[in-house]
């Protein structure tokens, strides 16, 4: 994947380009996890892609450079109480909207993955559809904030090892679903989502 939907931007003059992406929307426990990520024009950066597309150890591999490479990284996080008072859908965006608070520097344009999302910032953006397999940015986006999530699921899987997290990550799985009904929802559940509800 290369860099030609920010080419397009930085040819323009407008130097700190964020892609923004996020995940955790489906789970049925943990928090939902942003990032923001800007490069430097003319970054050199290879084997970005999306994050659902790669191994584990791609994404650690890749979580190292990009870090490496960026000029900017942001990570906000929504818990699963304030999930399950916003709705995931408000929980989505304000977690994108604190990964672009907590970036070092001011972007000038965001790149985000979703063609319907519209960040609640004064700040020109753009939803793209795909977009995590489509900008280098919000490729690079979606790895640090799959691979943040993954390590905060690991250390909820040490405090709740019956649910066995650090499989599933809190996905709706099988072997999950069988883990609520066995032992009921644990403290990091959304209340909110089914079959957790009916509980």
């Known amino acids: ?27 049925l426990a943990g928090p939902v996890v942003a990032a923001a990520v800007v490069f430097p024009p003319n ?25 490496k490479k960026a000029a900017g990284i942001g990570i906000g996080m929504v818990g699963h109480r304030q999930i ?13 909207k ?14 985000i993955d979703g063609g319907r999302y519209k960040i609640d910032l004064p ?5 793209i559809s795909g977009g995590d397999g489509k900008c280098a940015s919000i490729a690079a986006a979606s790895i640090i904030a799959k691979v943040t999530r993954d390590r905060i699921m690991l250390r909820y899987h040490r ?19 069988r883990k609520i009904y066995r032992f009921g929802p644990s403290a ?9 509800s009916s509980f």
């Open 84 to 96: 399950d008072r916003l709705k995931i859908g408000k929980a989505n965006l304000l977690a994108m």
């Open 43 to 67: 970054v050199m950066l290879r084997g970005l892609e999306d994050s659902k597309r790669l191994t584990p150890k791609k994404r650690e591999e890749l979580f190292c450079e990009i870090k």
């Open 123 to 127: 700040i020109e953006q753009r939803g």
């Open 188 to 196: 990091i559940h959304r209340r909110s989502f089914y079959p957790v």
């Open 1 to 27: 994947m290369n860099f030609s939907c920010e080419r397009r931007l930085w040819r323009k003059g407008l130097k700190y380009v964020a892609g923004v992406d996020e995940v955790g929307r489906g789970p």
């Open 159 to 177: 405090r709740y090892p019956e649910y066995r997290f650090d499989c599933h990550k809190g996905y709706g799985t099988r072997e999950h679903m």
């Open 98 to 111: 604190k990964a672009v608070e907590k970036l070092s520097l001011s972007p000038d344009y965001l790149l």
